[in-house]
C-alpha cells in the first residue's frame, strides 16, 4: 500500500510554506478551528486515542504526557516546542518549520488550548537562524488573520507563539536544559522530579513537545484518532519522518509509516536508494547518534519505536546513520566521542569527565598507540557513566563505545595488535577529528 | 509533625516529612558522602557521589535529591553501589591534582576523606591532568580582595555559584566553558567582591576557594583548639567559632587563627560576614595596651604616659576621681562603648548608682558607630548598620541609648558639658576596635586643652584618645574574656573566653570592680558568673533571667570538640571539619563491606 505524505506532501511546492498555501491546500487552520469547539480535555484524550508517542526521542506517549500537566494550579501554563534539533544524524524538525511552519504553528495553538497554556515558546537551534526567519514571518501572518493573539476566531481563546534561538548546545535540547535556557540561563539540566509538567518553565506546568509530534496535532483533530493509528502498527501509529544519512545513494528526510523496515528505507528506490558505490552494508544506527547499532541480520525489523527496541536499539529521533564497510568502529565511536566530549554540558561528574577521558583513550587508540588493557579501561569507564548521570546525555555518550565494543570488539583488538587501523578507508585520510585536537 | 520511616542499611529511620534521603542518613548517622548538597543552599544533583539504591526504583538514586517516603529501603554499602560510587569518585579525582601536602584544606577535606572512605584504592588514569597554568597563566589566580581561587583543585561542585546567587544575592560566580572545559570564574575582572565572601571558603569542599587571612597560615592539625563564641562586631551576633594556634614553644599560648561561623538557625544561619571573619587580629596587634599607664603630671600634654604597676596606679585613680567629683559629683561622667558586655555595664550601673544616686546612669553616654555596608538587594544575609554587639544589652540596664540599633548614639550632652568646662573628668571604657566609639578628636582637644581636667581610659588599644589620657587601664577584647552580649533581637547571648589576656591586661567587669571598691562601694562579685547571677536575680522573667546559665566553653582539642558539638552541628562535623585523620585501608563507615578490588570488576555487557 502506497502511503501518502501527510507532514511533507507539499515541501517541495515552491510557495508551500506560506499561510494562503496552507489554508487552500492542507485545510489549514480547520484543526483548530475544531479544536476549539471541543474541550480542551476531549482534545487529550483524542490525542491519548491516537497514540501520538513523542517524536523527540523518548517515543513518550504525548496525551499521557499532557495529562500530567497540572491542572488545579493558578499559575500560567506552557508549552514549549523543543526545536533545538542537534541530535547527529537528525534533520527532520527543520524541514518542518521551513516548508511546513503553519502546521507546527497550528499545532502549537491547539496543544496550547489543551492544555490550557496562553503561550507556546518554540526553542530553535542556535544555527537556525534562517529558519527562525521563516518562522517569525509566518507567525506574524498567524496573528493577522486572527489564527494566534487574543479571542483566536471569535472562541475566547488568547494564544501568543514566540520564537526562541539558543545558542547551540546539544544539550539544549534536553527538556529541562531547554526551559533553564528558556529562562536565560546555561542550558544545563534540572534534576527529575520534579518534571516539567508539574514544575517547569519559571516553575509553571510545562510540557516540553518536539516540532514533529507537535505538527502531528491537527492532523489527529482533523482526521481523526483512528485515522492516525491505523497508519502504523500498534502504538506506533501516525506519519514518521526518517531521517536517512551516510553510504546511501540519496540521503535525505522521508515520510512514511512505521511498517517500514530499515532494509526498505536504507534499499528501497522510493527511499534512500542503497549503498553508494554499491558497497557492503556494514552498520546501521538507526536512532541518531545516541543509540545502539544494528546489523545487516536486523533490517528486516519495522521502523517502529517498539520493533526497534525489541531489536536491540532504540528509534529515537529517527536518524538512520548508514555506514558502509569501510567505516572503522573505533573511528566512529572516537568521532561520536568527539561530539559527546564537547556538548557535555559539565554539570554532573561522571558525564563531564567520563566522556573527555573515553574520547581520549579512544584517540589514543585510533592514533596507534593504544595498550591492551585500554580496552578494559573504555568498557569500565563507559559502564561507570551509564545510569549515574544527571540526564541521558551520558547514557547517551557512553552507547557509540559500549554498542561498538560489543559487536565490532575484533576491530578494537587490531588497533591494539597492530597499531593501525586495519580497514581500508582512503576517504579517511583527512582524518579531521584527530587534525582538530592533537 | 508529620514523619515518614524509612529503613537505611536495615536501620529504621524516622524522620520529619519532606527530609531527603541524605539527610536522614546524615543524622542516623550513616555516612553518605556528598559535594554539590550543603544544607544552606539549593539542591543540585550534580557530583553524583551521593548515589544510594533503593529499592523499586530501576536506577541508582542520589540521596540529596530524593525524598523520604514511607517504607523506602535504602542501601548504601551493597556492592553493586560501593562499586558505583567508587566509580564517580574515581572520576572525581581524574583532574584533582592531589597535592594535598601543600593545600590549606589538607586534613578537613572532604574530598581527601570520602575519597579515602569510598574511591578506588587506585585511579586507571594514565593522561596527563588538566591543568590551568599555562604560560603566563596560573591555576591559583586572584579572586577578589578576600579571596583565592585554584582552579586545578576545583571539583565544580557550584556550591560556590549557588552560595553567591542565593545567599550573596547577587552572582558573580559563574561557570564558563562547558564540559570538560569548565572552570568557576568571575564575570567581573575585580573577582568576588561581597561583604560575606569568606563563607566561600567553607562552603567549598575543596582547596579551590582559600580566604587570603588563612592561606599559608597553618595546618589544621596545628590548630589543637577550637572556641564556640559569638562575634561581636555588629549587632547581629553571629555565632563563631574561634579557631587557636598553638604559639611557637618559646612563647606560651595560643594565637586566634580564623573565625568561622557555627550554625543558629535564628541568627546566622551557616553564614557570618567578612568584617567579622577576618577583623579580629587588632586584639593581638602591636598597638594593645599590656599594662596600665600613668601621666606623671597633671598639667597635659606635658610628659609621656608611663607604664605603671597596678597597685600604683589605683590609689592615683581613685584620688583624682574623688577630686574631681568633689564639688559635684555629677561633673564625673562616663563614656561607654556598646562593645562593653552585659556584665561590664552591670557593674558600672552599679558604680554610677553608687555614686551619684537613683539616676546615676544619667552620668553614663553610651556610643557606638554605624556604618553603611552595601549589599544586594535580594541578600539572605543582611549585616546590620550597627558596628556593636550590646547597645540593646545598655538599654535593658536602663542606659540612655536613643534610637538604640536604628540610629545614632547622641553624644551633644557630654560634649557641650565637656567644652563648657562643667565637667571635670571622664572615664572611658572602650574595650571595641580602634574607633569603634565613634569621633571622639573634640574630647582629645579638651584634654588638650586643659578643658578637660581628667580623661581616664580604660581600652585595649592605644589609640588618639588613650593617648591623651591621664590613666591608661588594660582592659580585654571579647575573646578575651566571658560575657553575654545583646544582639539586635534581644537575643542574650554569651561569648567565650578563647584566649588569654595579654601582659597585665585585666577583665573589664574586674577593673571596674576594683575601681569602686576604691571608692568605698560594696561589690560582691569575685567572678564574672557572681555578676551574671547578680543580674538574673534582678532582671527574673526577662532574657537574662537565665544568664548565670548560659554555656561558656573553653578551647577543647578540635576532634573531641568536632565530636562532641551538639546535633544541630553536625553539619560541621559531617562536612566541614571531617577531621577523622585518613588512614588508608581503613573506614570506620564501611566496616563490614568487603575490601575492594584494586581495579572495579567489570561487568560483561547484556
Ligand atoms: C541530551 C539530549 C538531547 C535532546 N535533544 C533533543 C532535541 O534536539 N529535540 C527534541 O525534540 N528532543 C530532544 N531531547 C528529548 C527531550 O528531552 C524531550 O524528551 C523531548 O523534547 C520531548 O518531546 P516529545 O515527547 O515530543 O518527544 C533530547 C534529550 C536529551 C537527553
Ligand atoms: S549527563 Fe552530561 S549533559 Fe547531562 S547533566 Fe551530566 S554533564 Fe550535563
Ligand atoms: S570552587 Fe569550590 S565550591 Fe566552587 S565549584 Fe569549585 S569546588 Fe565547588
Ligand atoms: S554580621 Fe555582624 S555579628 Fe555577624 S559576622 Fe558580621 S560583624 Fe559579626
Ligand atoms: S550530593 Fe547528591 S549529587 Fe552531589
Known amino acids: 500500500m502506497a502511503y501518502e505524505p501527510v507532514l511533507t506532501k507539499h515541501c517541495a511546492a515552491r510557495d508551500g510554506y506560506t499561510l494562503d498555501f496552507y489554508v487552500k491546500n492542507q485545510r489549514g ?102 529558519v527562525q526567519e521563516v518562522l517569525e514571518a509566518e507567525i506574524e501572518k498567524a496573528y493577522k488573520a486572527g489564527f494566534l493573539g487574543r479571542n483566536i476566531l471569535g472562541s ?22 531547554l526551559i533553564e535556557s528558556l529562562e536565560g540561563k546555561r542550558a544545563q539540566p534540572r534534576i527529575k522530579p520534579p518534571f ?22 491537527p492532523l489527529i483533530v482533523l482526521n481523526g484518532p483512528e485515522w492516525f493509528a491505523s497508519l502504523g502498527p500498534e502504538k506506533n501509529g501516525g506519519p514518521k519522518l526518517f531521517c536517512i544519512s551516510g553510504h546511501v545513494k540519496r540521503p535525505g528526510v522521508y515520510e512514511t509509516s512505521m511498517h517500514t523496515t530499515l532494509r526498505e528505507l536504507v534499499f528501497g528506490e522510493q527511499f534512500a536508494g542503497g549503498m553508494i558505490d554499491e ?50 568502529a573505533v573511528w566512529l565511536a572516537m568521532n561520536l566521542l568527539h561530539f559527546y566530549r564537547h556538548e557535555s554540558c559539565g554539570k554532573c ?59 565490532f570488539r575484533g576491530e578494537y583488538e587490531a588497533h591494539v595488535r597492530e597499531g593501525r587501523c586495519t580497514l581500508p578507508a582512503p576517504w579517511r585520510a583527512a582524518h579531521p577529528v584527530v587534525a582538530a585536537h592533537q | 509533625m508529620e514523619t515518614v520511616t524509612l529503613t537505611i542499611d536495615g536501620t529504621q529511620i524516622t524522620v520529619p516529612k519532606g527530609r531527603t534521603v541524605l539527610q ?96 578506588p584504592a587506585e585511579s586507571r588514569m594514565d593522561f596527563p591532568r588538566r591543568v590551568f597554568d599555562g604560560e603566563g597563566v596560573k591555576a591559583d589566580v586572584d579572586f577578589g580582595p578576600t579571596l583565592m581561587l585554584n582552579r586545578n583543585r576545583c571539583i565544580l561542585c557550584t556550591r560556590c555559584v549557588r552560595f553567591m546567587k542565593e545567599v550573596d544575592g547577587d552572582a558573580q560566580i559563574g561557570i564558563v566553558d562547558r564540559g570538560a572545559g569548565s572552570e568557576i570564574a568571575t564575570f567581573e575582572e575585580r573577582g568576588v567582591h561581597s561583604l560575606i565572601s569568606g563563607n566561600l571558603m567553607d562552603v567549598c569542599p575543596v582547596g579551590a576557594i582559600l580566604t587570603k587571612d588563612y592561606r599559608f597560615k597553618t595546618r589544621p592539625w596545628d590548630n589543637p583548639g577550637v572556641v564556640d563564641t559569638i562575634c561581636t562586631l555588629c549587632s547581629k551576633g553571629c555565632n563563631t567559632s574561634a579557631w587557636l594556634k598553638a604559639k611557637p614553644e618559646w612563647a606560651r599560648g595560643s594565637q586566634l587563627i580564623r573565625m568561622t561561623p557555627r550554625f543558629n538557625a535564628d541568627v546566622n544561619n551557616y553564614w557570618m560576614c567578612d568584617i567579622g571573619r577576618f577583623t579580629y587580629h587588632w586584639a593581638e596587634g602591636d598597638t594593645r595596651l599590656r599594662k596600665p599607664m600613668l601621666r606623671p603630671s597633671t598639667s597635659p600634654g606635658q610628659a609621656p604616659l608611663e607604664p605603671a604597676a597596678w597597685r600604683d596606679v589605683e590609689p592615683k585613680l581613685r584620688d583624682r576621681i574623688q577630686d574631681a567629683g568633689s564639688q559635684d559629683p555629677a561633673s564625673v561622667r562616663f563614656l561607654v562603648s556598646a562593645h562593653a558586655s552585659t556584665e561590664e555595664l552591670y557593674v558600672l550601673k552599679q558604680l554610677v548608682e553608687g555614686l551619684l544616686g537613683n539616676d546615676g546612669a544619667r552620668a553614663v553616654t553610651v556610643t557606638w558607630t554605624r556604618s553603611d555596608k552595601r549589599q544586594p538587594e535580594g541578600t539572605k544575609f543582611k549585616v546590620p548598620g550597627t558596628d556593636a554587639p550590646n547597645v540593646n544589652g545598655a538599654k535593658d540596664l536602663g542606659f540612655e541609648v536613643g534610637p538604640g540599633n536604628e540610629g545614632m548614639p547622641d553624644l551633644t550632652r557630654l560634649r557641650t558639658d565637656v567644652e563648657a568646662g562643667r565637667v571635670k573628668a571622664v572615664y572611658v571604657l572602650d574595650p571595641g576596635p580602634d574607633g569603634s566609639i565613634g ?74 570592680v576594683s575601681v569602686a571598691r576604691s571608692l568605698g562601694l560594696t561589690m560582691p562579685y569575685e567572678t564574672s558568673n557572681d555578676v551574671r547571677r547578680a543580674l538574673a536575680t534582678s532582671k527574673p522573667g526577662t532574657g537574662y533571667a537565665e544568664a548565670d546559665h548560659l554555656l561558656f566553653t573553653r578551647p577543647v582539642p578540635a576532634r573531641n570538640w568536632l565530636q562532641a558539638s551538639n546535633p544541630s552541628e553536625r553539619w560541621k562535623w559531617d562536612f566541614l571539619f571531617q577531621d577523622l585523620p585518613p588512614v588508608k585501608g581503613h573506614s570506620v563507615q564501611m566496616e563490614g563491606v568487603p575490601a575492594q578490588e584494586t581495579s572495579i570488576p567489570l561487568k560483561p555487557v547484556g
Open chain 1, 196 to 217: 516539567p509538567a508539574v514544575a517547569g518553565l519559571y516553575q509553571c506546568p510545562t510540557a516540553v513537545n518536539n516540532v514533529e509530534t507537535l505538527c502531528n496535532v
Open chain 2, 24 to 119: 536522614a542518613a546524615i543524622e542516623a548517622g550513616i555516612s553518605v558522602p556528598y559535594y554539590c548538597y550543603h544544607p544552606g543552599i539549593s539542591i543540585d544533583g550534580s557530583c553524583r557521589v551521593c548515589i544510594v539504591k533503593i529499592e523499586k526504583m530501576g536506577k541508582l538514586q542520589t540521596s540529596c535529591s530524593t525524598v523520604c517516603t514511607d517504607g523506602m529501603v535504602v542501601h548504601t554499602r551493597e556492592a553493586d553501589v560501593v562499586e558505583a560510587r567508587a566509580g564517580v569518585f574515581e572520576f572525581l579525582l581524574l583532574n584533582h591534582p592531589l597535592d594535598c601536602p601543600v593545600c590549606d584544606k589538607g586534613g578537613e577535606c572532604p574530598l581527601q576523606d570520602f575519597s579515602y572512605t569510598f574511591g
Open chain 1, 349 to 407: 561528574t561522571p558525564c563531564r569527565e567520563g566522556t573527555d577521558w573515553l574520547f581520549k583513550l579512544l584517540l589514543r587508540l585510533e592514533s596507534g598507540d593504544g595498550q591492551p588493557k585500554d580496552l578494559d579501561l573504555l568498557f569500565g569507564v563507559s559502564t561507570n557513566i551509564v545510569g549515574k548521570t544527571l540526564c541521558a546525555f551520558g547514557d547517551a555518550a557512553a552507547t557509540p563505545v559500549l554498542s561498538t565494543m560489543k559487536l
Open chain 1, 156 to 177: 475566547g481563546f488568547d494564544c501568543d507563539v514566540f520564537v526562541h534561538r539558543g545558542a547551540g548546545a546539544y544539550e539544549a535540547g534536553e527538556e529541562t536544559a
Open chain 1, 29 to 130: 487552520y480547520e484543526g483548530l478551528r475544531k479544536a476549539l469547539a471541543l474541550q480542551p480535555n476531549d482534545i487529550i484524550e483524542q490525542v491519548k486515542a491516537s497514540g501520538l508517542r513523542g517524536r523527540g526521542g523518548a517515543g513518550f506517549p504525548t496525551g499521557m504526557k499532557w495529562q500530567f500537566v497540572l491542572k488545579d494550579t493558578p499559575k500560567p501554563k506552557y508549552i514549549c516546542c523543543n526545536a533545538d534539533e542537534s541530535e547527529p544524524g537528525t534533520f527532520k524538525d527543520h524541514v518542518l518549520m521551513e516548508r511546513n511552519p503553519h502546521l507546527l504553528i497550528e499545532g502549537c495553538a491547539i496543544s496550547c488550548y489543551a492544555i490550557g497554556a496562553k503561550v507556546a515558546y518554540i526553542y530553535i537551534r542556535g544555527e537556525f537562524y534562517h
Open chain 2, 439 to 512: 569621633d571622639v578628636s573634640w574630647l582629645v582637644a579638651a584634654r588638650r586643652s586643659g578643658t578637660l581636667p581628667l580623661l581616664v581610659v580604660q581600652g585595649v588599644l592605644m589609640t588618639e584618645l588613650a593617648a591623651a589620657a591621664d590613666i591608661v587601664l588594660p582592659g580585654t577584647a571579647w575573646v578575651e574574656k566571658d560575657g553575654i552580649f545583646t544582639n539586635d533581637q534581644g537575643r542574650v547571648q554569651a561569648s567565650s573566653r578563647a584566649i588569654a589576656p595579654p601582659g597585665e591586661a585585666r577583665e573589664d567587669w574586674q577593673i571596674l
Open chain 1, 279 to 328: 558497497r557492503p552494508f556494514k552498520a546501521i544506527i538507526p536512532g541518531g547518534s545516541s543509540v545502539p547499532l544494528l546489523l545487516e541480520q536486523d533490517l528486516d525489523t519495522p521502523a517502529s519505536f517498539d520493533h526497534i527496541q525489541k531489536a536491540g536499539s532504540l528509534l529515537g529521533s529517527a536518524g538512520l546513520i548508514v555506514m558502509n564497510d569501510s567505516v572503522c
